[in-house]
């Protein structure tokens, strides 16, 4: 049923390049465009039976034309393709338009991306390994049905091997009495294998840890309604108060359009705010750019554990997976379908990847106390909300549209957490009221430690306010020293600092030198006379705790600022590098910057990074509940006065 609401929503307002057909330059690439990408790479010689789409993604025209462009107007549409065939990384580029090939070269010193079929095709290959039969023979494992072995690439080169070699390092977990594997990892038994050749290269064997019987099946466990518990009823009887027309969403003064990307999910695109009549720019593109999760076990087949989640493993799959109805979205939710090219370049749907809805707030729009009355008014927000899933981990990503200009966007991490199986059976013993020992992780059931780990979000935020030229501004509070006032010490006063270069706009966050951050138009004043502005308001956030010259913290080097802003460029979309699978970490924006390129008065990039770091607790176990964090892109002088004050009481 919902499925056919996607597809009457769809019908009814043109939703996305899917439906449209005249798309918009930035709609995703439809059902007929994928087939267009296959059959010009096909005749062309470069889609053979040993060829592979490891990925295929749109090619965004250039902004001005984009910015420019009027309905009815011609639409450039253009596929960039990766194609993997041998061991060889291929990048092509596609005119679906006028159905030809535009560029096809080979890439000497890049991985593409590592297909579904190398990561869980290698499972007999393995376990014929008369290496790995011994090894599991010594762990009292004979029965290989109830065994799942699978390779995962590594995104830093560890190891000389992936010098020349496409290598997979192997893992294998005891399935027997759960339908999961997660605890039930096999300790101690890793390998490294030749994915071109299906070579196992090496086995490594060290310690033997019985695999733990603890129980992992939480959807068996009996439900339970707590006492005094009543339904809760989310209705809208006149229908939904957005509007999609053209592909263009429009909520309480908010317009924008959306895509949903294989690789980075959903992307946000002309985001303006009506104001008095006049449609303003607030932001040009907003996505997600990449994902980092180093692991913090030092032993064997846990040091190699650092995934670039966005980067490595949306090939053929894509980033995001359905949504449950009435779990992850309300009663009145919309849902949309997605698409990406399985490894054969065929299209692929995913079914309701992305979901809309509008929710009563929480909190009042505002409110004051005043001679025995309250004055105030209830808020409301739009929420755009998909779930990215990779391997144990599901991050629900949202983006809340707030009635006063602001967005918040968050991420609430659930799933099944990564864990190590322990000879000891639980923590008893462990001193930790005294000096206690250095800890890799924490006992969240018997014989399984929850291993500690680092998650590192970064959004690439293309912000445009109020047009294309704006400014990075540092707003630093400093305390100022009063030596002749007898009423006071001491104040803080805030000092502006524009920006000249990307080195002076890396910023991190620190209590005692807090400073505000804000992308100003220092071509357009408010009635006041401030440039108009958008501030980037941090949440509770992480920095890395890895050494900077550590190989994999290079590749994941955007973890160690809060905050970045480049120039816009449009090759510059990943803050981990294009190709994050083997990387030298020669790509990214640790390295752009280094450029200090001039970012003043002109078309910028703000990257901010969503951190937090994971010690496991008991509560964490057999799944996670839903922990979020967030940031706000919020309006600073961008209003001539509060822009909520006529909302209906």
Request: hydrophobic fraction near 40%; charged fraction near 20%.
């Amino acid at each position: 049923m919902q499925r056919n609401l996607t597809r009457a929503v769809c019908a009814l307002f043109l939703v996305m390049g899917i439906c449209s057909a005249q798309p918009h330059p930035l709609d995703g690439l439809s059902t007929a465009e994928y087939w267009v990408a296959y059959d010009v790479l096909q005749q062309a010689g470069h889609a053979g039976p040993e060829g592979f789409f490891a990925s295929v993604l749109l090619r965004e025209p250039p902004k001005n034309l984009v910015l420019n462009w009027k309905e009815g107007s011609a639409t450039p549409r253009e596929a960039d393709v990766v194609m993997f065939e041998k061991g060889k990384t291929f990048e092509a580029r596609v005119d679906l338009a006028a159905r030809k090939l535009s560029s096809w070269r080979e890439l000497k010193d890049v991985q593409a991306p590592f297909l579904g079929s190398e990561i869980f095709g290698s499972d007999e290959v393995i376990k014929k390994d008369q290496r790995v039969i011994e090894a599991l023979k010594k762990r009292g494992l004979t029965d290989l049905n109830a065994v799942q072995c699978i390779v995962l690439p590594e995104s830093y080169v560890a190891v000389p091997e992936q010098n020349t070699q496409r290598i997979g390092f192997g893992s294998c977990s005891e399935q027997h009495g759960s339908y999961h594997s997660w605890g039930r990892s096999i300790e101690g038994l890793t390998l490294q294998m030749d994915m071109v050749t299906k070579t196992i290269l090496k086995v490594v064997d060290t310690e033997v840890v019985p695999v733990s019987k603890g129980g992992v099946n939480y959807e068996e466990i009996p439900e339970r309604a707590r006492p005094g518990t009543t339904p809760i009823a989310i209705s809208q009887p006149m229908g939904a108060s957005f509007q999609i027309k053209d592909g263009e969403v429009s909520w309480q003064n908010w317009h924008f359009r959306f895509r949903i990307d294989p690789r980075v999910g959903p992307v946000l695109n002309l985001v303006r705010f009506e104001d008095g009549g006049r449609m303003r720019s607030v932001m040009y593109e907003g996505s997600l750019s990449e994902l980092y999760v180093p692991y913090m076990d030092p032993t064997n087949g846990w040091n190699s554990r650092v995934f670039i989640d966005a980067g490595e493993f949306y090939s053929g799959v894509g980033l995001l997976k359905p949504l449950r109805p009435g779990l992850d979205c309300p009663a009145n939710a919309a849902y949309f379908d997605g698409l990406s090219a399985g490894e054969k370049g065929a299209p692929k749907i995913w079914p309701q990847v992305l979901c809309l809805f509008e929710r009563a707030g929480s909190d009042p729009a505002w409110r004051h106390f005043e001679e025995n009355i309250v004055h105030g008014r209830p808020s409301r927000e739009l929420v755009l909300r998909s779930a990215a899933v990779i391997g144990n981990y599901d991050y629900l990503m949202d983006w809340r549209f707030q009635q006063d200009g602001a967005i918040d966007v968050a991420v609430g991490a659930t799933g099944v957490i990564e864990t190590k199986i322990s000879a000891q059976k639980n923590a008893a013993g462990h001193p930790m009221e005294k000096s206690a020992p250095v800890d890799f992780g924490q006992f969240v059931a018997d014989n399984t430690i929850g291993v500690n780990h680092d998650h590192f979000f970064s959004f690439r935020l293309d912000l445009d306010v109020d047009g294309v030229d704006n400014s990075f501004m540092a707003d630093r509070m400093v305390q100022q020293l009063l030596p002749s006032d007898p009423m006071r010490k001491s104040i803080w006063a805030v000092k502006h600092t524009i920006a000249a270069r990307e080195q002076d706009a890396i910023m991190d966050i620190h209590l005692e030198t807090p400073s505000m951050w804000m992308f100003i138009n220092p071509n357009v004043k408010g009635p006041l006379g401030y440039p108009t502005g958008y501030e980037i308001m941090p949440g509770v956030t992480a920095k890395s705790l890895l050494s900077p010259d550590d190989l994999p913290q290079k590749l994941g080097a955007f973890s160690e600022h809060q905050f970045w802003v480049t120039p816009n460029d449009p090759t510059q979309r990943y803050a981990a590098g294009v190709y994050p699978t083997s990387s030298k970490a020669t790509d990214g924006i640790a390295v752009w910057t280094k450029a200090n390129r001039p970012i003043e008065n002109t078309d910028l990039v703000g990257w901010y990074t969503l951190g937090f770091h994971h010690m496991p607790r008991v509560e964490d176990w057999p799944v996670m509940p839903t922990m979020w964090h967030s940031f706000q892109i919020r309006p600073f002088n961008f209003f001539g006065a509060n822009p909520v004050l006529d909302l209906p009481r």
